[in-house]
């Protein structure tokens, strides 16, 4: 099985050269330069939108200043700028790959690098690869918890995934909805000490 796992880092590796090979045939796009522009802004500024509750393109920062300090390194190249967001999205994939387990693993791989909507939009510079691959890094933990894991893996992917997007709320809580459903019997003690980190985190 573990024959699976190093033809799936491979596809990974093959498809992160297709990627980078064809990616000047796509056109960098109005949100692409709307995101970047904003990332120009010093961190500070952006930080404080976020603290006054106004927010720039509708969800939290860390993409935003990731980016930030990404730019410097990519130095006005189209490819360079969208390298983060195909290493996150094929990144996602592996995780995605792991939490299926080792049967599935190569059948979610390649259904992930062939897919067109991946290929397309998996390497849009922004907040949308990094968020899938936090839900997959979020998922990864979650399984590793219910056999019986360390929370703080949990905890962690959690925080990150919601100061990347709203809607980690809403799949944290659904992974703890799942937990109690499963009776697990940690479930109670996992619900208040999730909750309470990322309560806690997200205070500003």
Do not use: K
Request: aromatic share 14%; proline share 3%.
């Amino acid at each position: 099985m573990m024959g699976h796992r190093y033809i799936a880092v491979l596809l990974l590796l093959m498809a992160f050269i297709v990627f980078a090979v064809t990616d000047s045939a796509f056109t960098f796009l109005e949100d692409e330069t709307a995101i970047v522009t904003a990332a120009r802004a010093p961190a500070e500024e952006t930080i404080g939108l976020f603290l006054t509750g106004n927010g720039q393109h509708e969800h939290p920062p860390l993409s935003d200043l990731l980016l930030h300090y990404w730019l410097p390194v990519a130095n006005r190249s189209a490819l360079a700028l969208r390298i983060p967001s195909i290493v996150f999205y094929l990144g996602g994939l592996f995780l995605l790959g792991v939490s299926v387990g080792v049967r599935a693993e190569l059948a979610v791989v390649t259904i992930g690098v062939l897919w067109p909507f991946g290929f397309h939009f998996g390497r849009l510079c922004g907040w949308y690869s990094l968020t899938f691959f936090l839900l997959a890094a979020l998922t990864v933990a979650y399984e590793r918890l219910l056999a019986g894991g360390r929370i703080g893996w949990f905890v962690a992917c959690g925080v990150l995934l919601s100061y990347c997007n709203y809607y980690g709320w809403v799949v944290v809580v659904c992974l703890l909805a799942d937990c109690a459903r499963r009776r697990h019997a940690r479930w109670r003690i996992l619900s208040v000490a999730t909750i309470g980190f990322m309560t806690i985190a997200y205070l500003p």
